[in-house]
Structure formats: C-alpha cells, structure tokens
C-alpha cells in the first residue's frame, strides 16, 4: 500500500449558456441537453436540498417548537415513503383536495406555528435563497423514488378538483387570450429551443411531473411544481396566483392524475 | 452556516471511485442581484480529499466552476472500512468538512 494516488479527475461544471440557434438545430440540441442531462443525474445537486430537507423535516422549529414527524401527508402522520406519488389527494381533517406543497404548508402552519403570511411572502427559489419549504417537498419526493404516480380520485372532492383542473387548462383569457393548451396542447409546439411536452397526449402526460422537483441548471435553483406552475401563469400573462391556491392544487391533479402508472424517478434535473 | 456535502463512493477492487456534490453559492462576482447591486465574489478555492488522514487529493478551484459543483475522482489503494474525508474552503474563510466510510 504505498502507491495511494489519483487516476483521474474531473469537474463538472454545469454552465449552460444561451447560445443562438437556428431552429433546425433544435433536436440536435435536445439531443445534446439530454446527454448533459444524463451526466448530471448521476450527481444531481437536488439531492443536497433532499438532506437539507431531512434535516428541516426531524427538526424542531418554528414558534411552537415542533418538527414535521407528526405531519400527515395522507398515508398517517409521518409517514413519507409513497407520499408525494400519492396526492394531491382529499384530507378529511381540512375537508379539501391537496397537493404536497400545499400539504407541507399546513402542516408547518399548525404543527409548527409559522403563518400563511411569512411562508407566501417569498415562496420560490432565488440564486441566493432556497425557502425550507421547497428542500422539504424534495425530500419527501425523493422518497416516493420508483413508485408509480398514483394519485386518487375516489371521492368527489378529488374528481371534483380533476374536472376544475381540466377547465383551467383549456381556459382562454387574458391579454393574449391563451390557455395552458394553447402551448400544451398539441404535438411539436416549442418555445424558442424547448420543446413543449402536449399533456391532452396521453403518451407525453407523465412529461408535466417527471423530474419534479427539479433542479434548475439556469441559475441553479431547485423548483418545485408550484414554482412552475406560476411561471407558465406568467408566460401566459394571467394574474399571479395566491401562493398554494386551490387552482394550483386542481391543475397539479389534472396533471398527476393523468400520469397515474408512470413510474416516478425521484426529483430531477431541468434545463 | 454551509450545508452538507453528499459523497459517494463505490470500490472496484482497490480504487474507490468517487463523487462529490457541494452547496455552495459559487458567485462570480459579475452577477447583480434584483436591485442592480453587484453581487460579491463567493467561490471554494481549495478541495482537500483524505483517505485515513492522508491527503490524496488536493484542487485549486476558481469562480469559473458552476454552483453547487459536482466534482468526481479516483482514488487507488482504497480498502472497505477506509475513511475518506472531504473539505472545502472558500475565499470568505468559510469551511466544510464531511467523511464518509468505504463500504465492502
């Protein structure tokens, strides 16, 4: 034992640049992003904010003092494993549909005692700040890894929030009257580079939360669904929505359950 | 207060094959912020692997290198049960330290 060295070694940097491309370029970079994409996933930085999330989850905090073990994500209270595949779903002790974050909020809301008010004040992802709630939903993510989605409908409120998701997805407004299905709602629809997943395709439905949470290469920021949900709010110039409306919560079930038997890898890495 | 860091590391044979995931801001100091202030220059400059207390790696690093940084490497002459310790440094003076132990 008295050669201990190093064969080799490696960076790797995610720098992705915007570079201009002509559009019949663009599946030669899809193809491109997506061996990057495999090189990253096998060290994907979401998996920091997955320990983060652990952490913040055992932890006692807030002003009542309390970790989230005893929150219930609708398996019983504290039980994580097969959570996030599983909702957004009815829970009986608020008598409404909801979606994870959605959940997670509640549950630091009245195990912890934050209030609605500071958890909504800044609830996405900045260069410089990560809000707990957003490590915490990875973490609970990441345990559903491998699981089929298998989001509920077998109740009225949850078949109730499918219906009210659907009609917010093909609803036309605002100042370019466009809907969700405007950009989501036919085959090879793309935004300058990205291609734009059709989830009315039953082959490309899973597409809307494969590798959700997920890790945001431009800028390296770690997103949850809510995240992107508003910001495809935005792009369609509608109002911001209140911070884990019930809009949100219906379109995430429009979306999930439409992935129902699509198996889960974990959270991801976006571009 | 910096986060944890997540290493990996598998055995083939006597070389550990290793991967290392660091939190960190890694700010080049080119970028603004939203108020039009310049955000200032955060970056690990120095990564520092040991195996059982001996150095074995050693990198100099600069702002160029993305944020929360995937570094991977091999290290020969490594042996289940072996400590590998991994520590960071950045120009602010801030530090990390974690170890993990080899598995069989």
New interface residues.
Partial sequence: ?K?????????????LGATPVAAQDTDTTTAEFEKFRAV?E????A??FE??GEELWRTRRGPKNASLEKCDLGLGPGVVKGAYVQTPRYFPDVGRVMDIEARVVHCMITLQGFTYEELAKQPFST??RTPDVVSIVTFIAAQSKGMKFDAPQSNAQEREAYELGKAIFFHRAGAWDLSCASCHGADGKRIRTQQLPNFTNPQQAARGVLGWPG?RMT??VMHTLQWRMNDCFRQQRFPEPKYVSEAITALLTYLTVNANGTVYKGPGIKR | MADPMRIRATLQGDVADVRVLMSHPMETGQRKDASGNVVPLHFIHSITAQLNGKTVFEASTTQAISRNPVFAFKVKGAKAGDKLSITWEDNKGDKRTDEITLGG
């Fill in positions: 034992m050669r201990r060295n190093i064969v080799c070694a490696a960076a790797l940097g995610a720098a990253m096998e060290a994907n930085p998996e920091l320990l983060k260069e410089t890790y800028g390296g």
